[in-house]
């Protein structure tokens, strides 16, 4: 079974810095990998999905995530932190030929003034 | 498009009351899914459709919980009857079949916040 690790529950930056969510995967086959954002008291909304086309994804907002095999990575960064990026940011994975998600457990990003 | 809706947004009951949430997908979706998020499991499937049929209900936690699809653009979500261990978020998603398995975007509603006392 697929299985995802968030590492930090909690990333808190100054804004204008590097924003880094690291995101380690477990799968015996190859992963399509996604990275969603939840503001407070909304849903879930599409950042950036890997779907084994090319390695760097760019996604909305600036963000963009590399998947890295070697490594069963997948973090997420944005060269400079805004204030509008404090949300909380979920990486998830699916595999094989069905549409199930496992979510790791999150990484609620604060930005400093 | 209005996005997945899902109704009502806040639910407040007592434990042993029935609760019922709702679900509109988006036009068009032929696959809904049903997750709960709480601070202790973080986000977890508990059901999904394809073309109103369920597909996978492992992740429903007990029988107290049942989900149905009668049409194309509605879905519930019952739990009867309702425990205090039950309060959580709960959201809706649908996805179009466009890209194939995995890599179609799941859009999610906002959520039903339950609380059950």
Redesign the interface.
């Known amino acids: 079974a697929q299985s995802v690790t968030q590492l930090g529950s909690h990333v808190s930056v100054s804004e204008g810095a590097l924003v880094l969510l690291r995101c380690n995967y477990s799968s015996s086959v190859p992963p399509?990998l996604?990275w969603?954002v939840q503001y407070p008291?909304?849903?879930?909304?599409?950042l950036l999905?890997y779907?084994s086309a090319a390695t760097l994804v760019k996604g909305i907002n600036g963000f963009e995530a590399e998947f890295k095999k070697s490594e069963t990575s997948f973090h997420l960064t944005k060269p400079s932190a805004h204030m509008s990026d404090a949300a909380e940011y979920?990486c998830a994975v699916?595999?094989?030929?069905?549409?199930?998600?496992?979510?790791?457990?999150?990484t609620l990003l604060t930005v400093n003034p | 498009d209005a996005g997945?809706i899902q109704s009502p947004r806040h639910e407040v009951t007592e434990m042993g009351q029935e609760v019922t949430l709702r679900c509109k997908p988006i036009s068009g979706h032929d696959?809904l899914?049903w997750y709960r998020q709480t601070m202790m499991r973080?986000?977890e499937?508990l059901i999904?459709f394809?073309n109103n049929v369920p597909?996978?209900d492992s992740g429903m936690p007990e029988d107290r919980f049942s989900a149905k699809m009668p049409n194309a653009s509605f879905s519930t979500l019952k739990i009867q009857p309702s425990e205090p261990r039950d309060s959580a978020v709960y959201?809706c998603?649908s996805?179009p079949l466009a890209?194939g398995?995995?890599?179609?975007?799941?859009?999610?509603?906002?959520?039903t916040r339950l609380t059950v006392l």
């Open positions: 399509y996604f969603y008291n909304q849903g879930l909304q599409l999905k779907t979920f699916s595999v094989g030929s069905n549409y199930k998600l496992t979510f790791g457990k999150g | 997945v696959y899914f973080g986000l499937l999904y394809n597909i996978d959201f998603a996805t890209g398995p995995g890599t179609d975007t799941q859009y999610f509603g906002p959520g």
